[in-house]
């Protein structure tokens, strides 16, 4: 994504700074948040220490994503996928045989009240009047719906169409209708998690409403270990109390697997940036063997600040998870989708528009968070004493300001400043996607090119010679040897090398996005599908 920008709009700072905001977001958002959360499952599995949990969970999924990239985390991520939403759906059928049925949940729900509230507000602790309601009030609902539709709507265009980690499955594709058809069983599998994950955890409240709602900071911080609210603890515990032996284990795995495909894949995405938009940067020299090097080393850096980072976790938005992700997200993204969006439909817009608009759009977004992080978020028994002026706006109220003011700033200064000729921006926006033209590349000399490029060309001359005269007296390497290079994900052998026909016709072969008719019209009619059923759930839970 970053190296898209920088071919959309020419010079590097737009690139730097897109890699170093996303690997800010991936620890602030991602891994600390997944960190968390599989830290949650383990301590009510095993009962141990919150932060050992974190090393077991970290340890197993390191290990395989560090010897087997991209590659490992897509076959893995396929297999977790079937065994997540097979244990899902029986923890359901569980779930709701407990209660009754659906009719059950809406009843007993909301007469599910701790039996110690001490001196707190009813509101603390009694079921919101309209919990089973997806559109809530505007001005005092915990989500309001205009928020909840636009809101999201803005960090939804960050994080599935923007995002490293999104982006790079798509690119792995074998071809176009590969891509669609992945993003539409995504959307399909998406409309889940309201009946796996968000029902259960209301009929967890129900069945332990001790524990899970929780509002005596003494007794929350004897049950989960953080004074704030035990709302987190609601699946797990469900999870690990309500299942029988056979079937714990499986759904304990299914869900730790998800996290640890999820922190995987942020790993992989991460390293990528850094490697190729931030390490090549300091090190043009860098050979690919000490590139990936980098990449294994900057994984341990981020799991380092990560861990540090997770005491914030769980205790920002009265300890709740889905909202100190979407809070955070809310104040740092929409600059991001504001300059993606119009990068690809307002070919006016040019780099300084975009830079500036970035930059700015990030000042205002962390004065909201610093602000939230040095006076605190509160809870419903001890409210923050943030001025209002900065923390009165609900999050999502928020998201929607900022993607308006950097859609503004983008524009203006654009406006004021050289546009972009169209020859730098065939097949890089909307209007120009279907030119055939050949495009120029703006700043092609620019990045790591050229940085002894002429020099790579004439040292690949000279080092094919000798390794022609070397290949055939090289030693076979050692046993250690080849398991080190296993182990980092070094070539075992020498790459094949291609003629200029067959990397003109592998070029070809990369850069088609051409569909055969039949699976086009399949995917598209299944997206129409997928759009409807969506539309359909909204309207009957509003």
């Not at 970035?358 to 028994?381: K, N, P, V």
């Not at 490029?453 to 004439?458: G, H, I, P, T």
């Amino acid at each position: 994504m970053p190296e898209y920008l920088k071919k959309r709009f020419g010079g590097q700072r737009i690139r730097v700074y897109l890699s170093v905001l996303s690997v800010f977001l991936y620890i602030f958002t991602k891994i600390s948040a997944d960190m968390f959360s599989g830290a949650i499952f383990i301590r009510q599995a095993l009962k141990i220490d919150i932060y050992l949990a974190v090393v077991m969970l970290l340890l197993i999924t390191a290990l395989y994503t560090v010897t087997g990239g991209l590659a490992a985390v897509i076959y893995t991520d396929t297999l977790q996928t079937v065994i997540m939403v097979v244990g899902s759906f029986i923890l359901m059928g569980f779930a709701f045989d407990k209660v009754g049925g659906y009719e059950g949940l809406q009843e007993k729900y909301m007469q599910a009240i701790p039996s110690v509230v001490g001196n707190y507000s009813a509101a603390c602790y009694t079921p919101r009047p309209d919990s089973f309601h997806i559109f809530r009030d505007p001005v005092n609902g915990d989500l309001p719906w205009p928020g909840l539709i636009f809101g999201l709507t803005i960090q939804a265009a960050w994080y599935w169409c923007t995002d490293q980690v999104i982006v790079q499955r798509c690119l792995s594709a074998k071809n176009m209708s590969h891509v669609k058809a992945g993003c539409i069983l995504c959307g399909y599998l998406k409309l889940l998690p309201m009946f796996l994950m968000v029902m259960p955890g209301m009929i967890s409240r129900v069945l332990y409403p001790d524990e899970v709602a929780c509002v005596v900071p003494e007794l929350c911080k004897s049950y989960c270990d953080a004074e704030v609210g035990c709302s987190n603890i609601a699946y797990p515990k469900m999870v690990v109390d309500l299942m029988p032996n056979g079937l714990r284990g499986l759904m304990l795995s299914a869900m730790l697997a998800s996290l640890m495909s999820s922190l995987t894949s942020i790993f992989n995405s991460a390293s990528t940036l850094f490697t190729m938009d931030i390490y090549t940067k300091i090190r043009n020299k860098a050979s690919e063997k000490e590139l990936m090097i980098a990449g294994r080393l900057f994984i341990l850096v981020l799991i380092g600040v990560s861990i540090a980072w997770i005491p914030i976790v769980q205790t920002s938005q009265s300890g709740k998870l889905f909202d100190y992700i979407q809070s955070i997200t809310s104040y740092l993204a929409p600059p991001i989708a504001a300059v993606f969006v119009l990068a690809i439909f307002c070919k006016r817009v040019n780099e300084p528009g975009a830079f500036y608009g970035l930059l700015i759009g990030l000042a205002i977004g962390l004065s909201r968070m610093i602000a939230e992080f040095a006076y605190g978020t509160g809870t419903c028994m001890k409210p923050s004493n943030c001025p209002k002026i900065i923390c009165g706006v609900h999050y999502l109220y928020f998201s929607l300001i900022l993607f308006a003011a950097s859609i503004v700033l983008v524009l203006c200064i654009s406006l004021m400043t050289k546009p972009i000729d169209d020859k730098h921006l065939y097949r890089l926006c909307w209007s120009l996607r279907n030119s055939k033209e050949e495009r120029i590349e703006l700043d092609s000399d620019d990045w790591t090119e050229n940085h002894g490029s002429r020099r790579a060309v004439k040292q690949t001359e000279e080092i094919s010679k000798e390794q022609c005269m070397q290949d055939k007296s090289a030693p076979e390497p050692s046993f250690c040897r080849k398991a080190y290079n296993w182990f980092c994900g070094f070539e075992q052998k020498k790459a094949q090398k291609l003629t200029k026909e067959e990397e003109a016709e592998l070029k070809k072969q990369l850069m088609d996005t051409s569909e055969k008719p039949l699976w086009r019209n399949v995917v598209n009619a299944n997206a129409i599908i997928l759009l409807a059923v969506c539309v359909f759930f909204h309207g009957f839970f509003g």
